[in-house]
């Protein structure tokens, strides 16, 4: 069953943070993740939107363990949380209404 991962954060160093994207794209994709949602200008309708703003979807929790924990994306991952503020990323599955 596929999950999804929803990321927030607001970015507090542009220039720190200029390698994070470029970076990120191809690991994604070696991890099958597919990028549904990616926003830097989210229009808050509710709360205090953040400057950066994505939806992933793997195909299992599994998947998003093994990116997440990958060596090769600690260096990222660092650079990252070097750069930004408020960062929450959460993993989800799809909703399944009750049958019945």
Partial sequence: MSVYIIVSYDIEDPKGYEGYGPGIIPLLQRYGAEILVADYETKSIEGQARGINAVLRFESEEAVMNFYNA????????????STKNGTIIMTKPYVPKSG
Avoid: A
């Fill in 71 to 82: 060596p090769e994306y600690q260096r990222l991952k660092k650079l990252r949380l070097d």
